[in-house]
């Protein structure tokens, strides 16, 4: 336990009415560690209300692991330095989780104003006590911490801080119990939260379609993600402004990255076909060598048949020639002779008949 000697530091706002957004204070050193007070002039979650937060300064330069116990208190001061009102005391665990803490209820704006310090120099003063501080050398940037019931790796802390400061109510209504689970489902959010923050032309459709997917499995899971389903409607709607506005470039460009990413799809499933089609590809190749050798077998042969064909037709003739030559008178005299004989044959057979 290391006790510490309070610490005051005072610190003065001109014309606060004229403020509207967040007001840092200097820098000051308690417990060798430094810090500093934000102001809210219109408040913090809250209307009406001055809002004052104790600040550590730059925790990301701290060692990992490191954690400070200190109790703390403001104080509204007249001109005179004397004290007009003062918060009560609260004692915090400062951490890296947790880098500010403070009270938003801290005064009334409109006791402020009858006094009338919105017009004004305003002079506050906070008192800090250190308590205890520890230093956790061992915890790496793997390690994982808790935040509002959800464990995360140490690398994401900033992010994570930073998504509860700005949506303090986006796990009210988390469904799920299980711690494995919500590590997962938080580091579904955080991937999401990280590709929406890209800018909108850079989307393809189907990133639009997956983003839209994720987040309706974000919600149905407990999430209040309203402001995020808003961004998407927004990035969505971009898109399309810049599709019917831009250039047939533009266009064509979409139309190409949505077809490399179908392309990618049909290259996985015709790769189990790739061995079957390369297998049918040779054997075309064969049969085409085949073929150019049987036609050239072919066209020998029918070459030979053709010779073959016409010495055939020319002995005919021949044939025919030698015939004709050799026909002589006796031929043809035996010729009459034969039909004479069969003519007397005939009228003997018919007379013998009559009898």
Not at 181 to 186: A, I, S
Not at 227 to 246: A, F, N, Q, Y
Not at 267 to 279: F, I, P
């Amino acid at each position: 336990m290391d006790d510490k000697k309070p610490t005051s530091f005072t610190f003065e706002i001109d014309n606060l009415s004229e403020k509207k957004g967040l007001i840092s204070s200097p820098k000051f050193l308690s417990g060798n560690d430094e810090w500093f007070v934000n102001v809210y002039p219109n408040g913090y979650h809250i209307d009406e209300r001055l809002s004052l937060h104790l600040q550590v300064a730059n925790p990301e330069s701290l060692p990992l692991g490191w954690k400070k116990q200190a109790s703390y208190s403001f104080a509204l001061l007249n001109q005179s330095g004397e004290e007009l009102y003062r918060t009560p005391e609260s004692c915090k665990l400062f951490r890296p989780q947790f880098t500010g803490w403070g009270s938003p209820k801290a005064f009334t704006l409109q006791k402020l104003k009858d006094m009338g310090y919105l017009e004004n120099k305003l002079i506050l003063k906070v008192d800090v006590k250190v308590i205890e501080a520890v230093d956790e050398g061992a915890v790496t940037g793997n390690d994982m911490l808790d935040v509002r019931g959800f464990k995360v790796l140490y690398s994401q802390l900033p992010l994570v801080n930073k998504l509860f400061r700005k949506h303090p109510d986006i796990a009210v209504n988390f469904k799920l119990k299980n711690q494995s689970v919500k590590t997962t489902y938080m580091n579904f959010l955080l991937g999401l939260i990280e590709k929406l923050d890209k800018p909108s032309p850079s989307f393809t459709e189907i990133e639009l379609s997956n983003a839209q997917s994720e987040l309706i499995d974000l919600t149905e899971a407990g999430f209040e993600l309203d402001w995020l389903k808003k961004k998407l409607d927004e990035i969505s709607l971009e898109k399309k402004r810049g599709l019917t506005d831009g250039s047939p470039v533009q266009e064509i460009d979409e139309h190409i990255k949505n077809l490399n990413l179908e392309l990618e799809k049909e290259k996985e499933k015709s790769a189990t076909c790739a061995a079957e089609v390369l297998l049918l590809e040779q054997t075309v190749s064969d049969l085409r060598v085949e073929l150019s050798k049987e036609k050239k077998k072919s066209a020998s042969s029918a070459t030979e048949v053709l010779l073959l064909e016409q010495m055939v037709l020319d002995l005919k003739v021949e044939l025919s020639k030698e015939k004709d030559k050799s026909a002589t008178p006796n031929d043809l005299l035996e010729g009459v002779v034969s039909w004479e004989v069969l003519d007397y044959a005939d009228i003997y057979t018919n007379e013998k008949g009559e009898e």
